[in-house]
């Protein structure tokens, strides 16, 4: 069986930044309280006419494209996983396709919030696995800043804009790629961390928008306990299944939510933190940008034989763990 392997990673952060300092003069917080709290001191906001998820993924497939020395018409297939596509439909990931000049490939949207590239990188795993692509992009990007109320303080500190992606190709070398994947949800916990109005059950209306029910609600404490309990118990169950012990982990790329998440889930597996992949502090939540963006942060980084794990815990809930051999 042919494996799945990574053989190009890109990123792409905006330019402009929203630093806890700017945050101060807009609700009522402060630079310690923030820190303290998430571990975050700036995030990255998307502006300009006409830009916004796409715009985004365009530049993500053109690093992967330009790193691996290949053209757009050698895409088979692209799947972005996101929360905030640049329309209802069609599908972000068909407007990207479009505007890098993909005319070979195929691909659609997932949306499982910020487990979202998990879940497509699983996915894109099974093209690649059996026989049916040869090279697949897979894509995590948010605009959270266009659902964002930014008079809301407990959601407009944590969350910023980005995304990365990557390029998954056949080897025939089972040693290295995406070697196993554990992925959960639970309905009921959609209570605690959603967007109220937009979608079938509540359309737009003015009395929605009146509402301020078109941004991001979270409740915060029982999301902080169900990720960090649900991210420690796949990595446990992937670890087992794998028959690995965390010692033998190089490296561990957790959802960039909080940093007191990120800290929990580190101490709980006895792992260290200096082996722990953080950039929440430079970029925020960026929802299912956040593990490609560690990964395209820290490549220069990883080794031919790194093994990494890879979690994340997101809306609806959705969360999981999945076990990674570097490739190059």
């Known amino acids: 069986m042919s494996r799945a392997v990574i053989t190009s990673i890109g990123g792409f952060v905006p330019d402009d930044i929203l630093s806890n300092q700017d945050l101060e003069k807009m609700v009522d917080t402060t630079d310690e309280w923030i820190t303290s709290r998430t571990g975050i001191k700036e995030r990255r906001i998307l502006k300009g006419e006409g830009k916004a998820t796409s715009y985004m993924g365009v530049q993500i497939v053109n690093e992967i494209l330009q ?5 757009p018409d050698q895409i088979e297939m692209l799947i972005c996983a996101t929360v905030t596509g640049d329309m209802i439909f069609p599908d972000t990931a068909n ?5 890098v000049g993909a005319k070979n490939a195929f691909g659609y949207d997932i949306n499982a919030a910020c487990s979202g590239f998990l879940f497509a990188l699983t996915t894109a795993t099974k093209f690649i696995e059996s026989g049916t ?10 605009m959270m800043s266009s659902i964002i109320d930014y008079k809301d303080r407990t959601t407009c500190i944590i969350f910023g804009d980005g995304g990365g992606g990557v390029l998954l190709e056949p080897s025939e070398d089972e040693g290295y790629g995406i070697i196993d994947s554990i992925l959960k949800a639970d309905g009921s916990g959609r209570a605690y961390l959603h967007m109220k109005a937009g979608g079938s059950l509540k359309p737009p209306s003015i009395d929605s928008v009146l509402a301020n029910e078109h941004y991001v609600y979270q409740d915060g404490k029982p999301v902080f ?3 960090v309990t649900g991210m420690v118990s796949t990595i446990k169950e992937l670890l087992e299944r794998n028959k690995l012990d965390m010692e ?20 709980m597996l006895d792992f260290p933190k200096d082996k722990v992949m953080v950039n929440i502090h430079k970029f925020g939540n ?3 940008g956040t593990l490609p963006l560690c990964l395209w942060d820290y490549e220069k980084r990883l080794k031919k034989g790194d093994k990494i794990i ?3 815990f997101g ?4 969360w999981g763990s999945t076990y990674i051999v570097w490739n190059y």
Request: glycine share 8%; no cysteine; net charge positive.
């Open 67 to 71: 790193k691996r020395g290949i053209t």
């Open 95 to 99: 407007t990207i396709l479009d505007k």
């Open 133 to 142: 692509f040869k090279k697949v992009i897979v894509l995590g990007i948010d």
């Open 225 to 227: 306990k169900a990720a």
């Open 248 to 267: 033998e982990i190089d490296w561990l790329v957790p959802h960039q939510a909080n940093m007191r998440i990120i800290n929990s889930v580190a101490e």
């Open 286 to 288: 960026t929802t299912a």
């Open 310 to 312: 890879l979690s994340a």
């Open 315 to 318: 809306g609806g809930f959705t």
